[in-house]
C-alpha cells in the first residue's frame, strides 16, 4: 500500500489528518466537560488514549471497545457521541499514520470525519450558501465562542474581564487556529457571549483600571491559562 503514495503526498496527507486531528481535538474538549462521564473526563482520557494505543501496537480492539460503550450508553445526546466517534477515529487515524500504517490511518480517518460531518438538515442547507472560507471561519468560531464563555464562568464574581481580553485568552489558549484579538473581539461584539455585567460596564465606561482591579485581573488570567490550556 506504501508504494502508491510518494514521500511528498505522504507529508501532505499527514498534514492534513493532523490539522483536522488538532480542530476536532479542540472542538471535543470543550464539549465533554458538558457530559457526564463514567470516571473524571481527565482519567478517562487518559484510558481512552492508552487503549488507542494498544489496539494500534497489538490489535487488541476489545479494551477501547468496552471503554466507549460504558461512556456511549449514559449519553443521550447524538451531538457529544458524533464528537467523541470523530474525535476517537481521527486519534487512531493519526496514531497508524505515526506507525507506518497508511491503509489504516485512512480508514479511520474517513471514518472521524464521517462522524465530524454529521449535521442536521438546516445545518446542510446553511452549507450551501456559505463560501469555503465563510465556512472555515465558523468552524473556528464554534470554538472560540464556547471557550470565551467558558473563560467568562471563571469571573462571575468581580466581573473583570472585558471583552478585548477574553480576545487575547482565547487567541493564547488556541495557537493552532492563527485567531487575532481583534478577529476574536468582532466576533464577540456580534455575538451574545458576553455578559450583561460586563455590557453594564462598557455602559458606563467602567474599564476596571484600579490598581486592585488590575492586579485580581491579572491573577485570574493565570487561573484560566493554568486551567484551559490544551492538553498535550
Known sequence: MKQLYNPQSLDNLQ?????????????FQFEA???NWPIPYGVFLGEMLRCLDEYVETGNIEPIQELSTTAITGWQDDTIINKYMAFSNLQLAGKFLKANNIYKAMQYYKRGITYKNLKSTTDIENDISITPIQKHTNEKKKIALPLAEKIWSYDKQNNLLLRRQVAALVVELLPDLNLT???VDNWLKKSKATPQAILDR???QDYGNTREENELREQLKSKILRDLSPID
Do not use: T
Open 33 to 35: 466537560p458538558k457530559h
Open 202 to 204: 462598557y455602559a458606563i
Open 15 to 27: 498534514d492534513i489528518i493532523e490539522n483536522d486531528i488538532s480542530i476536532q481535538a479542540m472542538e
Open 181 to 183: 484579538v481583534n478577529q
